[in-house]
């Protein structure tokens, strides 16, 4: 119901009266806004900016239900200005996905009494003031008792027993759910197992890391044929993403960190809907053929000697380097040598805008457009690398040198294969992950904790890239491998 549906003068004054009470509660949150802007000093004022822009529209549209004509004419709108809208960004989001339940209030038997003449308020029917609040159920606990009725034949000779809850082992005290919601918030949401603990005890739940610890080393024992076939699911896939980072083995020492902690790495193969992690002890090229062991497809990859040197070694695989890397050697050199940085860059810009209008279409298509826009800007690149001028050791030179290392190799794989990206930048989205874990508990504290890791970031990261949730992927894999040892992989959920 609007006010334009009401016709009792008497309700139109009522309303125009709360109208006139909300405006009085704007005015004064405006000019708090407005001092508290004035006085901001250090810091960015934009916030703020946009709250008292929001307020002021907000007072506009209820000035102009209250004094405003009747009239169906719309605004000017923002858009025909010239000018882009404000974009405020704090609006209520949808939450398609959350569940509703709805609340219903009520006054008390004694407030339902008219303040002007004492009489009684009834309800009035289909009307109600609705406002939506997101909610949070606490994380709850429980001990459950399980009790397995026992069965007998009158004969004597049969006695059975109604099974149980399936469990990661014999005798195990906590649930599989629990291990997988641990293996979640270490491995998804990135909390340590010493943090969990302190969070279950403020839920009532005493338990200590090395229990923790356990319940996912027993889950990943579960998911080890799994791991096995996701990660050979990757190596099956015509084109992968390779990369590496960091990752430290805490308690092992070793010369590379001079301390209490070895540098490993964390090896990577990225398809478009998996991705194989290995924690391996160095970025040799024997850990590369760790990873990469005989796959004939194509690797995207920097220009990290490991994969040049493995494929000369024998390895069957093609190589084809990413284009981003060429760009931010260009944007490091740009500061000093702007006119020239700024030529090759947008260049490569083209490329990108090429590539963006290529992504959804079928292969076909992404290969026509390549061969008839993107070989062209390629020579133009071409060009301007042989003619540029640059001093030798300056950024310049570096980055026209990467790139020119680069050009007979990999750097022009994508024009000959739609299937190959123009860099790698999938690969090492992967590892965002990885490197948010690493800093929050450091690595892993032994071997085991680096297979651990390996499998279960495997699993996880690819359920997220399939467009499956990750605890609903763990529960469907875990059952299916407690149930009759077959293996889920992410994307046969989709």
């Avoid at 700024?342 to 083209?350: D, F, K, R, S």
Wanted: hydrophobic share 35%.
């Amino acid at each position: 119901m609007t006010l334009d549906d009401i016709d009792d003068i008497e309700l139109l004054r009522k309303a125009a009266l709360l109208l006139q009470e909300d405006n009085k509660k704007l005015m004064r949150l405006l000019a708090k806004l407005k001092k508290e802007l004035h006085a901001l000093k250090g810091g960015d004022p934009e916030q703020l900016k946009l709250q008292v822009a929001d307020l002021e529209q907000q007072l506009a549209k209820r000035n102009h239900l209250l004094f405003g004509d009747k009239s169906e004419k719309r605004g000017r709108s923002e858009k025909s200005s010239g000018e882009r809208p404000a974009q405020t960004g704090h609006g209520p989001r949808a939450q398609a996905l959350l569940p509703e339940v709805e609340q219903i209030h009520v006054l008390d038997e004694a407030d339902k009494v008219c303040t002007k003449c004492g009489g009684q308020l009834d309800a009035w029917e289909g009307q109600f003031e609705e406002s939506e609040e997101v909610d949070v159920v606490e994380l709850k606990y429980v001990l459950k008792k399980h009790r397995r009725q026992k069965y007998r034949c009158g004969c004597g000779a049969c006695i059975e027993t109604a099974p149980g809850p399936i469990k990661l082992f014999p005798g195990a005290r906590y649930s599989v759910g629990f291990a997988i919601n641990v293996a979640i918030a270490k491995y998804a949401d990135h909390l340590p197992l010493e943090r969990q603990v302190k969070m279950a005890a403020r839920h009532g739940l005493d338990v200590d890391s090395q229990t923790l610890w356990d319940q996912i080393n027993a889950l990943a024992k579960v998911l080890g044929p799994t791991y096995t076939a996701l990660c050979a699911y990757v190596l099956s896939q015509p084109v992968i993403g390779a990369d590496e980072t960091t990752w430290r083995l805490m308690g092992a020492k070793g010369k590379k960190s001079g301390g209490d902690a070895k540098k490993w790495q964390v090896w990577t193969a990225a398809a478009p809907d998996a991705v194989c992690y290995q924690i391996q002890d160095s970025r040799s090229t024997e850990a590369a053929r760790n990873l990469l062991g005989d796959y004939a497809g194509t690797v995207v990859c920097d220009d990290y000697s490991a994969y040049k040197s493995l494929r000369k070694r024998g390895g069957k695989y093609q190589i084809a380097h990413c284009w981003a890397h060429v760009r931010r050697k260009f944007l490091e050199a740009e500061a000093e040598h702007p006119r020239e940085c700024g030529e090759v860059l947008n260049l490569i810009g083209q490329l990108y805008e090429i590539e963006r209008r290529a992504a959804t279409e079928p292969p076909e298509l992404r290969a026509h457009l390549r061969a008839a826009e993107s070989r062209a800007v390629v020579k133009n690149i071409e060009k301007w690398a042989l003619g540029v001028e640059a001093l030798p050791g300056s950024g310049l030179r570096k980055a026209v040198e990467y790139m020119g290392g680069m050009w007979d190799g990999g750097l022009l794989r994508f024009l000959d294969d739609p299937n190959v990206p123009l860099d790698n930048n999938g690969a090492e989205r992967c590892l965002r992950g990885v490197v948010v874990g690493r800093k929050n508990h450091y690595g892993s504290r032994s071997l085991r904790g680096t297979e651990v890791a390996s499998l279960l970031y495997s699993l996880i990261e690819s359920a997220k890239l399939a467009g499956v949730g990750p605890h609903t992927y763990l529960r469907a894999a875990t059952n299916a491998a407690l149930r009759d040892g077959s293996v889920l992989l992410p994307h046969e959920l989709v």
